[in-house]
Nanobody, 122 residues
């Protein structure tokens, strides 16, 4: 079992930055791929970014590529999402997830956090 707790969300003006954190419980953090997804009001949850357990390779949704950076600190059982140049369309609840399946899809993850709200004002 892995428990995930997100933090770092909030209200920011367009063009601003936020850094989300996701702390994982347990000793098996290093064995999981980690991902960030988001869900805006009235929309389906969508992939944002992922980082692999082996090699640390990353992937991003086209909508955030070049603005967001995912990273992980295995010693601290934490994954981060640095979000720069935020846009109003980035407003959503952001979820972190852990799993070993297809990293760009929700079904590739077994564990999910409760989410943290990010609101970007125009």
């Amino acid at each position: 079992q892995v428990q995930l707790v997100e933090s770092g969300g909030g209200l920011v003006q367009a063009g601003g930055d936020l850094r989300l954190s996701c702390a994982a419980s347990g000793r098996t953090f290093i064995t999981y791929n980690m991902g960030w997804f988001r869900q805006a009001p009235g929309k389906e949850r969508e992939f944002v970014a992922a980082i692999m357990r082996i090699g640390g390779s990353t992937s991003y949704a086209d909508s955030v590529k070049g603005r967001f950076t995912i990273s992980r600190d295995n010693a601290k059982n934490t994954v981060f999402l640095q979000m720069n140049s935020l846009k109003p369309e980035d407003t959503a609840v952001y979820y972190c997830a852990a799993g070993n399946g297809a990293s760009r899809f929700q079904y590739g993850y077994d564990y999910w956090g409760q989410g943290t709200q990010v609101t970007v004002s125009s």
